[in-house]
T-cell receptor
Framework: AQSVTQPDIHITVSEGASLELRCNYS??????LFWYVQSPGQGLQLLLK??????LVQGIKGFEAEFKRSQSSFNLRKPSVHWSDAAEYFC???????????FGTGTRLTVIP | SAVISQKPSRDICQRGTSLTIQCQVD?????MFWYRQQPGQSLTLIAT?????????ESGFVIDKFPISRPNLTFSTLTVSNMSPEDSSIYLC?????????????FGPGTRLTVL
């Protein structure tokens, strides 16, 4: 069965600092991987996705993620965090034909001035 | 990407009552999904709604508690029946991407439900 682990419940970074949010997945085949962001009181917005090909994917708002099959990871990165990046971040894995997404428990990002 | 709206955006309800949440999409989509996000938790899929057929419910969710309608390719409703405080959650509607077959989904803004 598919599963997603986000080991960090809460991360605090200073504005301008770099950011890495961790995501590990469990799935027998090549996964479809996603990062979503949820700002307070909002729905989920898709940041980026990986289906195949280049393992480093670029997303919106300056985010990128790298798929590492050997580590079953899909970590999200940003070189310089802005105060507006404060939000909840969810990693999700798709199981192909099941048309379902499995979500991690989320990482809450706090940005301090 | 699809533009999705939900009504109501939030509501406060009394125990024992029911609330129907609407989800409207600006384009025709094959599959619509309903998720629950309990306070401080991640998203849990309630059911998948296909037009013209019964919704498919995930383990732990039943039709009597969460009846779903899908009358056409742009609209769906989720009813939370006989509510209790444990039903206080954010309920999110999502749709599959017409351009992708890789489980890509777009989400509505959610309905924040508080049950007293």
């Amino acid at each position: 069965a598919q599963s997603v682990t986000q080991p960090d419940i809460h991360i605090t970074v200073s504005e301008g600092a770099s950011l890495e949010l961790r995501c590990n997945y469990s799935y027998g085949a090549t996964p479809y991987l996603f990062w979503y962001v949820q700002s307070p009181g909002q729905g989920l917005q898709l940041l980026l996705k990986y289906f195949s090909g280049d393992t480093l994917v670029q997303g919106i708002k300056g985010f990128e993620a790298e798929f590492k099959r050997s580590q079953s990871s899909f970590n999200l990165r940003k070189p310089s965090v802005h105060w507006s990046d404060a939000a909840e971040y969810f990693c999700a894995v798709g199981a192909g034909g099941a048309n379902n997404l499995f979500f991690g428990t989320g990482t809450r990002l706090t940005v301090i001035p | 990407s699809a533009v999705i709206s939900q009504k109501p955006s939030r509501d406060i309800c009394q125990r024992g009552t029911s609330l129907t949440i609407q989800c409207q999409v600006d384009s025709q989509v094959t599959m619509m999904f309903w998720y629950r996000q309990q306070p401080g938790q991640s998203l849990t899929l309630i059911a998948t709604a296909n037009q013209g057929s019964e919704a498919t419910y995930e383990s732990g969710f039943v039709i009597d508690k969460f009846p779903i309608s899908r009358p056409n390719l742009t609209f769906s409703t989720l009813t939370v029946s006989n509510m209790s405080p444990e039903d206080s959650s954010i309920y999110l509607c999502s749709v599959d991407s017409a351009e992708s077959s890789y489980n890509e989904q777009f989400f509505g803004p959610g309905t924040r439900l508080t049950v007293l």
